[in-house]
């Protein structure tokens, strides 16, 4: 017998729903623990966010099959494929007991990405699901609407009888704040316009100089490490190298520096733009908070052998540091804000 689906409940956070539906789109593994998005999201842990993912079956699929829970377990325990709150547990006992203990009853998955290393759900399926939440959200406002409507017919000719006798000037006044809220909404729409097509340039262009400013910083480490395993030898390419790239760090500082401000001043736009919004809070916070990544170049462990292969492990770090802490958040916002824009 089928189960009434029950009415929406007016506690219910669609911002939060809003955040999870994007973050099963879009993680790098199909496979969500309900701790990864308490952890993620930083709700609270008596938040019923089991019970939030059950009422949305057409959006997510709870539990997976034990097969596929051992392999991604083994996975964690080599140190592949951990979530962040895993990988945030210090204590090596610990963390293993943790992941040992992680039951089918602990996951749940988009009902897009249900296949086995299932790739990030396309961009449409997102806003089909965000245009689906938003119509939940506007179900809801119906609802308050009809409960606290007027259906009296005496209201109805007491307001009839207040507009006719109403004085010239209180309507002039009614009319101009209309015309004048008309413009501030006006005003706020292109200003969201905006600040989406400034955030997906910026995005690209600081994405890209912070990316080469490391990438600077350690190819000077990389070379002046070469030179010194060399015998440092005078008029040396490596020594030469070396203080280029470390001068090309120094230059790049700058540049971020003022891409930064832009950025910056975008991020804060959005923010007193989408205000009352969790979700966009919480991102803008993540995005404006970036660390950088401290790179170690292991130099007691390499010699001539070695150091061109440490070398593009390191770069190819580098490139996979910005993408998950910098590049994932930024996306997230942008399709957010690319829906209500839309």
């Known amino acids: 017998m089928l189960k009434k689906r029950e009415p929406i409940n007016k506690y219910e956070d669609l911002d939060y729903l809003s955040a999870i539906w994007i973050l099963s789109c879009n993680d790098e593994n199909p496979l969500i623990t309900y701790k990864s998005i308490n952890y993620r999201l930083g709700l609270q842990e008596d938040y019923p966010l089991k019970r939030f993912v059950l009422r949305h079956a057409e959006l997510f699929r709870p539990g997976v099959l034990k097969s596929r829970l051992d392999e991604w377990k083994q996975k ?3 140190g592949k494929s951990l979530p962040s709150w895993i990988s945030d547990i ?13 039951s089918k009853d602990d996951i749940f998955r988009c009902q897009f990405r249900t296949k086995d290393n299932a790739p990030k759900s396309d961009i449409k399926i997102i806003e089909w699901g965000l245009q689906h939440i938003n119509r939940l ?16 017919p005496l209201f109805v000719v007491f307001i009839t009888a207040l507009l006719t006798f109403t004085s010239t000037y209180f309507i002039s006044y009614k009319t101009f704040n209309w015309n004048a809220e008309k413009e501030r909404t006006r005003q706020i729409n292109n200003d969201k316009k905006r600040v989406y097509a400034e955030i997906i340039g910026q995005k690209y262009l600081l994405r890209q100089l912070l990316i080469s400013r490391f990438e600077a910083l350690f190819y000077s480490d990389y070379h002046e490490t070469k030179w010194k395993l060399n015998g440092y030898p005078n008029n040396s390419i490596d020594l030469q190298e070396a203080q280029r790239w470390m001068k090309e760090s120094e230059k790049l500082v700058l540049e971020i520096s003022k891409m930064n401000y832009d950025f910056y001043k975008t991020l804060g736009e959005i923010h007193y733009l989408y205000y009352g919004s969790t979700y966009v809070s919480d991102l803008v916070n993540k995005i404006y908070k970036l660390k950088y990544p401290e790179i170690i170049f292991p130099t007691a462990e390499i010699n001539l052998t070695n150091i061109d292969s440490i070398k593009k492990n390191i770069t190819i770090g580098i490139h996979e540091y910005f993408e998950k802490e910098f590049t994932t958040n930024v996306d997230s916002l942008i399709s957010i804000i690319s829906f209500e824009h839309d």
């Open 76 to 78: 964690m325990l080599d």
């Open 137 to 152: 959200r506007q179900a809801r406002q119906d609802e308050i609407d009809r409960k606290y409507k007027y259906k009296s």
């Open 90 to 102: 210090e204590n090596k006992i610990e963390r293993d007991n943790t992941i040992k203990n992680l």
